[in-house]
């Protein structure tokens, strides 16, 4: 028999990586988008639930944009933190496993080796901060959780890099990429999938199953070089193509500071359910035969 699990944040990348993978895995998908299910108001969260009865939750709404939550931190503390929250909460009274998705960017960017689950965390933005709220609220309020820390994620749809990517190459040709910062590019169905597959096993055995645990693609990059990938696969569908110049994070000069060095260690997952995420170019060149093929949809449309 299928689980039922609702996904919040139905209408991001992550939410719309769930939806297509409704059915697989033992899985029933329903992901409400923020009209449907807001996790800033209990009472929305609370008719969510009621409406659509479930057996776990995954939270997928996030307030994402690392640079504007610079200047607008009571958004994103009121998703990110409070929202988590008031989810925790709800899913505690009805007795309904959470899982939270969190973020590399808790962490500084200090160290040289891949960060553990319990390696201190100091993040440098109000996002991260934000995202450890969220995580401590979790914490707190459902005992029965999952926190997982991804990384760079990408897909098809919503904003990430990689869409970014495609959209500067349409009016650009040329293009500065930050090279001084190395995380791991997650695709998005991918961790979905793989989020999946922790959340049964969690449910059909719970012992020593709760916890935070890492969970990203397994080869490590740079801004710059994760670009040059993606205009290389770009390239190859016959895509325009901008040269690319690396640049240093200062001479940037985003609004808010990202970590240099965000690569997580995996192996808690990998012990505990047998997951692993590996290279992340197989899931970059379905991304870009996704976006091809919605084009082609519209052009015939």
Same mark, same amino acid.
């Given at each position: 028999?299928?689980?039922?699990?609702?996904?919040?944040?139905?209408?991001?990348?992550?939410?719309?990586?769930?939806?297509?993978?409704?059915?697989?895995?033992?899985? !029933?998908?329903?992901?409400?988008?923020?009209?449907?299910? %807001?996790?800033? @108001?209990?009472?929305?969260? !609370?008719?969510?639930?009621?409406?659509?009865? +479930?057996?776990?939750?995954?939270?997928?709404?996030?307030?994402?944009?690392? %640079?504007?939550?610079?200047?607008?931190?009571?958004?994103?503390?009121?998703?990110?933190?409070?929202?988590?929250?008031?989810?925790?909460?709800?899913?505690?009274?009805?007795?309904?496993?959470?899982?939270?998705?969190?973020?590399? $960017?808790?962490?500084?960017?200090?160290? @040289?080796?891949?960060? *553990?689950?319990?390696?201190?965390?100091?993040?440098?933005?109000?996002?991260?901060?934000? /995202?450890? !709220?969220?995580?401590?609220?979790?914490?707190?309020? +459902?005992?029965?959780?999952?926190?997982?820390?991804?990384?760079?994620?990408?897909?098809?749809?919503? /904003?990430?890099?990689?869409?970014?990517?495609?959209?500067?190459?349409?009016?650009?040709?040329?293009?500065?990429?930050? %090279?001084?910062?190395?995380? +791991?590019?997650?695709?998005?169905? %991918?961790?979905?999938?793989?989020?999946?597959?922790?959340?049964?096993?969690?449910?059909?055995?719970?012992?020593?199953?709760?916890?935070? $645990?890492?969970?990203?693609?397994?080869?490590?990059?740079?801004? $710059?070089?994760?670009?040059?990938?993606?205009?290389?696969?770009?390239?190859?569908? *016959?895509?325009?193509?901008?040269?690319?110049?690396?640049?240093?994070?200062?001479?940037?000069?985003?609004?808010?500071?990202?970590?240099? $060095?965000?690569?997580?260690? +995996?192996? /808690?997952? /990998?012990?505990?359910?047998?997951?692993?995420?590996?290279?992340?170019?197989? *899931?970059?060149?379905?991304?870009?035969?996704?976006?091809?093929?919605?084009?082609?949809?519209?052009?015939?449309?």
């Amino acid at each position: 028999m299928e689980r039922r699990v609702l996904v919040t944040g139905g209408a991001g990348q992550l939410g719309t990586a769930f939806r297509a993978l409704s059915g697989t895995a033992g899985f !029933a998908v329903t992901a409400l988008g923020r009209g449907e299910l %807001d996790v800033t @108001d209990p009472r929305s969260i !609370a008719a969510a639930l009621d409406k659509f009865p +479930c057996d776990a939750v995954i939270n997928g709404a996030a307030f994402t944009d690392v %640079d504007g939550a610079e200047g607008q931190r009571a958004q994103a503390f009121a998703v990110n933190g409070e929202g988590a929250a008031n989810l925790a909460r709800a899913c505690a009274e009805r007795g309904l496993p959470l899982v939270q998705v969190s973020t590399d $960017y808790v962490f500084d960017g200090a160290a @040289d080796n891949p960060y *553990g689950e319990e390696a201190p965390t100091a993040p440098l933005n109000v996002y991260g901060e934000s /995202k450890l !709220a969220g995580e401590a609220a979790v914490r707190e309020l +459902c005992a029965r959780h999952l926190i997982v820390r991804t990384s760079w994620l990408f897909g098809a749809t919503g /904003k990430n890099f990689l869409t970014t990517m495609l959209r500067l190459a349409e009016t650009r040709d040329s293009l500065t990429i930050v %090279d001084d910062q190395q995380g +791991c590019p997650t695709p998005a169905m %991918d961790l979905a999938r793989a989020l999946l597959g922790m959340l049964g096993q969690a449910l059909e055995n719970e012992e020593k199953a709760w916890g935070t $645990y890492h969970l990203c693609s397994g080869r490590p990059a740079s801004w $710059y070089a994760f670009a040059g990938e993606i205009f290389a696969c770009a390239a190859a569908l *016959g895509r325009p193509v901008p040269v690319i110049t690396p640049i240093s994070s200062a001479a940037f000069g985003a609004a808010a500071v990202r970590p240099a $060095y965000s690569v997580l260690d +995996c192996g /808690k997952a /990998k012990a505990r359910f047998g997951v692993a995420l590996g290279d992340w170019q197989p *899931g970059l060149e379905a991304a870009l035969s996704q976006i091809g093929a919605r084009e082609t949809g519209r052009e015939r449309a």
